[in-house]
């Protein structure tokens, strides 16, 4: 298999910041190889975003090793940090206007990352689909039968076929007190070979107890950790749901972000199915080799076969078949795009608006750059002197901002119940990189001024 080419952007860019020996060629073949592991196990996105974040850093240490002697950088920040201090309104108002843009900014990016960019944490999570029936001018997205799903299963195309239905169930502790409800995700089928779910401690249903429907469950980490306290011990316990207990034979890992509602996955007892409801999730893994487009015809084929065995209750529905991914971000990605981009050109003006600011003050000094050039200090040195003002400047409203965002988040996601994976969403490392790093943009651009 050939390996992840990365972006000629970005590799243009790195190749132009490494140095040009033999070391910094080794470099360059070490951030490709780094790229290409990234990019096979978390996507290209992350791959892309980590990639362009070494190379603004490996650019950045060019640029100030040629601004003169590095031994002199401490000095610098010294008096970085001594200009602040003689401005705080100045450096407060730029620090606070740029760190609240920065916030804004990195919350939605923490959203569209976990909803758009981000794949699944399941294992080759591009071969994952769901299943919907659709009612030909009718609605599109319709769940399947429980008598669907051997049929489906039988298809050539697909490697392996699990469905899911889903009930709220009240979850009491060993003496039958303290109700919660949770979400108990019911599964005919192998789900968690399908997906290659993880778990923390314990196992997942033998194939023996999912065929029987047996009384078994593997909960979530949050329940076994807000129930249990973390305790391993939980395992082989009984858990206390209002129609009888189950026997806890796992914990699935925290990563998991499907079905995300899920609190409680067990077996579907035979006794539960009802063919004619269509409550019935159903997700498949694609076959080795197969397309999307080859999948599609089969399912189609199969759902035609199925309408002619039962008219009354199929008449005319067929059947097509969606990325899991796709599925689970619904119809918000054209919306988190367009708020992506409003809030990158709200971020610009902010940018726009504080630089002006430092511009103004910039005049003020000239007099005293002068005089520092008087003194025989190089235009280098001078240039690297305000260059780390402003990435001071930068570096400190980003982690301000990176700050905001939490605050911000929890606004964005109390305004936006609609959106799926909610609790997925967090102001993780990845973020706080990007946070951190368009403040490292903002004191270059400035600092290059």
Not at 40 to 53: K, S
């Amino acid at each position: 298999m050939s390996r992840p080419a990365a972006p000629r952007l970005l590799v243009a860019l790195l190749g132009a910041a490494l140095p040009s020996d033999r070391h910094g060629r080794a470099r360059f073949g070490d951030y490709l190889e780094e790229y290409a592991e990234i990019s096979a196990r978390r996507g290209p996105t992350a791959a892309n975003l980590w990639l362009a974040l070494h190379a603004a850093v490996e650019l950045l240490q060019g640029i100030l090793r040629g601004l003169g002697d590095l031994r002199d950088l401490g000095g610098d920040l010294r008096d970085a940090f001594r200009g602040i201090r003689r401005r705080p309104i100045l450096s407060a108002v730029v620090i606070g206007t740029l760190g609240l843009g920065v916030g804004a900014g990195t919350a939605v990016f923490a959203v569209v990352d976990t909803l758009l960019f981000r794949p699944l944490t399941f294992s080759e999570p591009g071969e994952l689909v769901r299943l919907w029936a659709a009612e030909p001018g009718g609605e599109q997205r319709l769940d399947l039968t429980y008598a669907d799903l051997p049929a489906f299963a039988a298809a050539s195309t697909l490697e392996a076929v699990a469905g899911i239905s889903v009930v709220d169930r009240t979850l009491l502790d060993d003496r039958r007190d303290d109700p919660e409800t949770v979400t108990v995700v019911r599964t005919l089928g192998d789900l968690g070979s399908l997906l290659g779910v993880r778990t923390v401690v314990g196992r997942l249903p033998s194939s023996d107890e999912i065929a029987a429907g047996a009384p078994v469950a593997v909960v979530s980490e949050g329940l076994w950790r807000r129930r249990f306290g973390s305790d391993p011990g939980a395992i082989g316990r009984p858990l206390q749901l209002e129609n009888g207990p189950l026997e806890i034979i796992g914990v699935v890992s925290g990563e998991q972000r499907y079905p995300e509602e899920g609190g409680v996955w067990r077996p579907l007892d035979p006794r539960e199915e009802q063919d004619d409801d269509r409550e019935l999730h159903v997700v498949a893994r694609l076959a080795d080799g197969v397309a999307l487009e080859t999948a599609a015809v089969e399912v189609s084929a199969i759902a035609l076969g199925l309408a002619e065995r039962w008219p009354d209750s199929h008449g005319s529905i067929t059947s097509w078949i969606q990325p899991l991914q796709l599925t689970l971000v619904g119809d918000v990605r054209t919306t988190l795009l367009a708020f992506l981009g409003s809030v990158g050109v709200l971020l610009v003006i902010i940018c726009l608006n504080t630089a002006y600011l430092l511009l103004a003050r910039s005049r003020e000094r000239a007099h005293a750059m002068a005089v520092r050039v008087a003194m025989g200090i190089s235009q280098a040195r001078i240039l690297r002197m305000h260059l780390v003002e402003s990435l001071t400047l930068g570096v400190l409203a980003g982690g301000l901002g990176v700050l905001a965002a939490r605050l911000v988040l929890d606004a964005v996601l109390a305004t936006s119940p609609g959106l799926p994976m909610l609790a997925s969403v967090a102001v993780d490392l990845r973020v706080v990189a990007v946070g951190v790093a368009a403040g490292v943009v903002w004191g270059l651009a400035f600092g290059a001024t």
